[in-house]
């Protein structure tokens, strides 16, 4: 089973050389951490900024530079700034390679629910329903089961919606899956040490075993 | 030679009445309009909705607002980091309109380019559809949004010159640009303000046709919100 850094290193590799990416807050956060040597990425961060650097050295934060999440940051060699509306061009352009976003549910044709629980949360979508229309290419970075052990990969839904089929690959603590076109979670990857069973009964929606299906690498 | 100087906050939101559309820059507490906000606190002008991405936090930004129940409505899109505003809406006493933030953006755009409404693809399928003109181009559904109207737009910029002209720094830019096009009334504050022809042209990122009202804040406290760092190895 995998921690909150398994699943950012697992999705790490899906990053290719010379990507440009857009990473949520949370989980696809720590992705930045994992890329591999050798590989080139540019991030962009949704309030205007374009070539995201580490966190700064302490004494040397700059309260007018920061990414979405609120975090300061710094610059690279090559960052640029714009206003949102640029931002959000480059996003509906799909100008943006690979985006990674956390989600609370997601069912088997691929829907994503991130934004609102009812009467209880309200934080609100931010970027996330932009995103989720225009991306080419989403994966999903979220935990399979709730604490009350109820699966999140589900038939349908049940909160209120952030997008509709949009979602292509999702990594979990348990497995790596891609969404059937026609419906279902088609598992790719088990995690270490997770069994087909424990994965079947993590797995409301349909769920696809294509053979043998391997257990994960991440190194 | 059109002088856009105004003395202070004060007077440059003295025209701000009860029930004011209002649009505020910047993003989490990154580029708000610190003397703007504490300037409509001292006024107590009631009743306001505030266009602004985020609400600030519980006691900073447009947190401060809602703490002395001066907002009526909020349109944002990520209200996050401030609990106040969480039990306030959840109890009903504000009323808030969460769109997503591309939108947001957007919206505050067509307003500055006079194009009264624009299709996208976001929020297709979800509650932000409802009530919404859906149209169908080459295999796709997007909604039709309307351009924001507001009475006043504050910005905060970090230089700005006599004639009105702006520039931002850094990811301080955020919506400030866009909302300065957008206001019916533009109010900037500004970091440093200098003569008109102290700046370079091409460095000029609103130009002073959008702004109204020009100051130079006081003193910014240019708050953090999540100071994030790492040690030197």
């Given amino acids: 089973m995998l921690d909150k850094n398994g699943i950012a290193k697992r999705i790490a590799k899906e990053v290719k050389d010379g990507y440009y990416v857009n990473l949520g807050i949370g989980i696809p956060t720590l992705v930045a951490n994992y890329i591999p040597q050798g590989i080139q990425v540019v991030l962009q961060s949704e309030n205007g900024l374009l070539g995201m650097g580490p966190f700064p050295y302490e004494g040397e934060e700059d309260p007018d530079l920061i990414n979405a999440g609120k975090q300061t940051v710094t610059y690279l060699k090559g960052s640029a700034v714009f206003d949102s509306a640029m931002s959000f061009g480059m996003i509906r352009a799909q100008k943006i390679d690979l985006t990674i976003l956390g989600a609370m549910e997601v069912s088997e044709n691929g829907d994503i629910a991130n934004w609102k629980i009812p009467g209880k949360m309200v934080k609100g979508m931010g970027g996330a329903m932009d995103l989720v229309a225009s991306a080419k290419n989403i994966i999903v970075a979220m935990q399979q089961v709730n604490k009350a052990g109820e699966s999140k990969l589900l038939p349908k839904c049940t909160l209120p919606i952030t997008g509709l089929r949009c979602v292509k690959k999702i990594v979990t603590e348990l497995g790596v899956y891609d969404i059937h076109h026609e419906g279902g979670f088609i598992l790719r990857e088990r995690a270490p040490g997770v069994s087909i069973e424990l994965i079947e009964k993590s797995t409301a929606g349909t769920l696809i075993i294509p053979g043998d299906v391997p257990e994960m690498i991440l190194d | ?233």
């Fill in chain 2, 1 to 233: 030679m059109i002088n856009k100087v105004v003395k202070n906050a004060d007077e440059a939101i003295h025209d701000i009445q009860d029930g004011a559309v209002l649009m505020l820059g910047g993003f989490g507490l990154c580029g708000i309009p610190e003397n703007l906000i504490a300037a409509l606190l001292k006024k107590g002008v009631k009743n306001l909705t505030c266009i602004s991405n985020n609400a600030g936090v519980d006691d900073f930004g447009i947190g401060l607002l809602l703490k002395t129940r001066q907002v009526k409505k909020m349109i944002s899109s990520y209200v996050g980091e401030n609990d106040e505003f969480e039990r306030q809406l959840l109890s009903g006493e504000l009323e808030v309109e969460l769109i997503p933030q591309g939108t947001l953006a957007t919206r505050c755009m067509m307003a500055g380019y006079g194009i009264p409404f624009f299709p996208t693809p976001a929020g297709v399928g979800t509650e932000v559809a409802q009530g919404k003109q859906i149209v169908h181009h080459r295999g796709k559904d997007y909604l039709i949004e309307e351009a924001f109207e507001s009475d006043f737009a504050l910005v905060k910029a970090w230089k700005g010159d006599t004639a009105g002209n702006l520039i931002y720094r850094s990811t301080a830019r955020n919506f400030n640009p866009l909302m300065a096009m957008a206001g019916k009334i533009t109010i900037a504050e500004v970091e440093i303000l200098v003569e008109a022809g102290e700046l370079d042209p091409d460095q000029i990122h609103t130009p002073g046709i959008f702004v109204h009202r020009i100051f130079q804040g006081e003193k910014y406290e240019k708050r953090i919100e999540q100071r994030t760092v790492r040690k030197k190895s």
